[in-house]
């Protein structure tokens, strides 16, 4: 059965840095994309990013600029997502999530990660 | 930046029908999907390419798109159907995606 696992919950200061991972399994890695969605305390969904394992790209929200890069291991299957310069609006519930296409549906999602930024 | 509109919140009571708009210029070239949010849960896609329904969802969820607003329509509104609900959509280039800012469906 398809599964999207992350990581575990981060607290980091602002400026810092945070890597989350999102280790996918069952199905073939390179026939779907990965995208990044974060959900900030009482608010709503806001796509932040995608990985193309098969096509080698990436792309991502103009409102994180140059703070986002998103990597992926083909033989581990794991794709990884990491935001610099944390800020504390960047306190979220960071979740990845599949698609068949570029634009979705997302049909499966990781559990989320939470990331705190706090001093 | 591109931005979907829809509103905040919805009542309505049981079995009665609940309908929730998204709004976007670029929803006249670009697909609508909707997802369904519970508390404390991951999203849920209850609804793709404006009017597609997933395996596993009932009948009671449709979608429609007349160009610049999307629809979904919750027919027979049941206390379950209590959720947040997000619509999801591309901007006019196709290249970035986007989510509406999350209806909060209330059953009286």
């Known amino acids: 059965q398809v599964q999207l696992v992350q990581s575990g919950a981060e607290v980091k200061k602002p400026g810092a840095s945070v890597r989350v991972s999102c280790k996918t399994s069952?199905?073939?890695?390179?026939?779907?994309?990965i995208h990044w969605v974060r959900q900030a305390p009482g608010q709503g969904l806001e796509w932040i990013g995608i990985?193309?394992?098969?096509?080698?790209?990436?792309t991502h929200t103009q409102k994180l600029r140059d703070r986002i890069a998103m990597t992926w291991d083909t033989s581990t299957t794991t794709v990884y997502m990491e935001l610099s310069g944390l800020k504390s609006e960047d306190t979220a519930l960071y979740y990845c999530?599949?698609?068949?296409?570029?634009?979705?549906?997302?049909?499966?999602w990781g559990q989320g990660t939470q990331v705190t930024v706090s001093s | 930046s591109y931005e979907l509109t829809q509103p905040p919140s919805v009542s309505v009571s049981p079995g009665q029908t609940a309908r929730i708009t998204c709004s976007g210029d670029?929803?006249?070239?670009?697909?609508a999907h909707w997802y369904q949010q519970k508390p404390g849960q991951a999203p849920v896609i209850i609804i793709y390419?404006?009017?597609e329904r997933p395996s596993g969802i009932p009948e009671r969820f449709g979608g429609s798109n007349s160009g610049t607003t999307a629809t979904l329509t919750i027919n027979a509104v049941e206390a379950g159907d209590e959720a947040a609900y997000h619509c999801?959509?591309?901007?006019?280039?196709?290249?970035?995606?986007?989510f509406g800012g999350g209806t909060k469906l209330t059953v009286l």
């Open positions: 670029a929803l006249a070239d670009q697909y």
């Open positions: 069952g199905y073939t890695f390179t026939k779907f994309y």
């Open positions: 999801q959509s591309a901007d006019s280039s196709g290249l970035y995606l986007v």
């Open positions: 390419k404006d009017k």
């Open positions: 999530t599949r698609a068949g296409e570029f634009q979705g549906p997302f049909d499966y």
């Open positions: 990985t193309n394992p098969n096509g080698g790209s990436t």
